[in-house]
């Protein structure tokens, strides 16, 4: 089946297209391009995955085979559930990158888009860690030219994601050389959870913990988010977007996909420790947010926290509690990127992203106070937005695990409410101190009214995406409690 293969060439051609032809037609073609990727994405769902949530469609070539190295590629309900996500932000991000940029960022995004829909669709340990370490270098690039990120700032964000990856490829390398198909070691998906799943629990946690670091520092989890919120700030809004809306999920799904489904033995012994942390970022970041005046480094930790609370849906083994942290992904992800393009409005057409500096916004833009509040909502779990939909089946999980963790973590959403809140009526209401000449837009309006209708639609209608997370989060809870 080419399906797979072909979700990842529309991205790669994109780039390479874009790359080679004169930047008068880089406009043009990254609308084309993006239009493209959401209507095959579309009718791949329709023809294949409405009316049922356990199709798989796979695609498999050799590649090298003395090493046992297959192209594999499989679109699975949790796969598509982030291909869906990283096509729809991602067509998103690059409709909003404004018009004069350079014709590179625009194959960098492109190219960036294909590793991430390659790290998805790998079936392959190898392929997934090269898909893995290409996302990195599109938006290093973005970083290194086209942002006001400091040396130090980069460095911190390279040593971090590739300290975190040789972490991930030793503990593949490790399983790697347990497998034993055909006399041989062999990279196959299949093969290699075999294998881990038949180590000793000694050797089970170093993989868990050699795997897990990498995922960890992706999200960021705490104590490994220190590269964050600079990373955050001071790259230009389309790279916070792709680090925040998308490139966070590839640590969501790598726990999913492969270290659940290796190591589930070993999952009881580390459940609490891993909770513990979650709380600890989700208390922590939510209290920094709260005394934060840069706007757009109040969205870094907030984004935080809710990772924190994603984090906790996923160890609370729980079928509601993982559906919840896979349809939390896909709502963190809109509602992130919607508040990154206020973030960018009041940066670029208000003269200012600190909260002090604004104000009365809401009296010469009422339509665009409207979308902000809306996407506001969404953030803070207001019923019927996706992030209610979401937050309710993590929290239901994390109940049937433990009442106390449920209740430290739903603190979240009070100090949520408090820091959004504040920061909305500091930024839209009170006296005119924010340039009331300012202009915004129109694509910046569409994308926000696109954005804020997405939300609602999925707070009212989320069965389309909760059938398939409700799906992958069924057959992951057969395999860490079997029997179930």
């Known amino acids: 089946m080419m399906i797979p293969l072909l979700l990842l060439c529309i991205p790669l051609a994109s ?28 009718v791949i769902y329709v023809l294949h995955f409405y009316a049922s949530t356990t199709t798989e469609l796979q695609y498999d070539m050799m590649w090298f085979n003395a090493m046992g190295l297959h192209v594999s590629l499989l679109l699975s309900p949790l796969s598509m559930l982030f291909i869906i996500l990283t096509s729809l932000v991602g067509s998103i991000i690059v409709l909003s990158i404004p018009a004069t940029t350079s014709k590179h960022v625009y194959a960098l995004v492109f190219f960036m888009l294909f590793a991430l829909q390659g790290v998805f669709l790998a079936q392959d340990g190898l392929l997934f860690y090269i898909f893995w370490e290409l996302a990195l270098l599109p938006i290093y690039f973005i970083g290194l030219v086209w942002s006001d990120a400091t040396r130090a700032t980069l460095l911190k964000f390279f040593v971090y994601t590739v300290l975190g990856s040789l972490s991930m490829l030793l503990g593949l390398i ?10 041989a070691h062999a990279w196959n998906y299949n093969a290699m ?20 670091l990498a995922f960890a520092i992706k999200l960021p989890l705490f104590p490994f988010h220190s590269w964050q919120p600079a990373t955050y700030v001071e790259m230009p809004y389309y790279g916070t977007m792709l680090l925040s809306g998308i490139m966070l999920k590839m640590g969501v799904f790598g726990i999913i996909h492969w270290l659940f489904a290796m190591v589930p033995a070993a999952i009881p012994s580390v459940q609490q420790p891993v909770l513990i942390l979650a709380l600890i970022g989700i208390l922590y970041a939510s209290i920094i947010a709260i005394q934060q005046r840069d706007y757009k480094r109040l969205i870094a ?17 729980h079928v509601q509690g993982i559906q919840g942290a896979l349809f939390q992904s896909v709502s963190h992800g809109l509602t992130v990127v919607g508040l990154l393009l206020v973030c960018d409005i009041l940066e670029h057409r208000f003269g200012s ?58 603190i979240s959403v009070i100090l949520g409410a408090v820091y959004m809140l504040r920061s909305y009526q500091g930024i839209m209401l009170g006296q005119h101190t924010a340039n009331t000449t300012a202009t915004i837009p129109k694509g910046h309006y569409i994308l926000l009214t696109v954005v804020m209708a997405l939300i609602i639609l999925l707070g009212l209608f989320p069965k389309p995406i909760n059938d398939l997370a409700a799906s992958a989060a069924t057959t992951l809870v057969h395999t860490l409690k079997p029997g179930i």
């Open 174 to 183: 490790y399983v790697y050389l347990h497998t034993d198909v055909a006399g």
């Open 301 to 317: 930790y907030a984004s935080m926290a809710h990772v924190g609370v994603i984090v906790c849906g996923l160890f609370s083994a």
């Open 15 to 42: 780039a390479i297209v874009i790359w080679s032809f004169p930047a008068a037609f880089t406009g043009i073609f990254s609308k084309l391009f993006a239009g493209t990727q959401i209507i095959s994405l579309l």
């Open 193 to 212: 959870i075999q294998a881990a799943q038949a180590l000793q629990p000694q050797q089970q946690y170093f993989v868990f913990w050699s795997i897990f």
């Open 353 to 410: 992203q600190t909260i002090s500096n604004l104000g009365g916004i809401r009296n010469t833009h009422p339509w665009f106070a409207v979308l902000f509040l809306c996407i506001t909502m969404g953030a803070v779990a207001l019923p019927l937005t996706s992030s209610f939909i979401g937050e309710f089946l993590i929290f239901n999980g994390l109940f049937s695990y433990s009442p106390l963790i449920m209740g430290l973590a739903g």
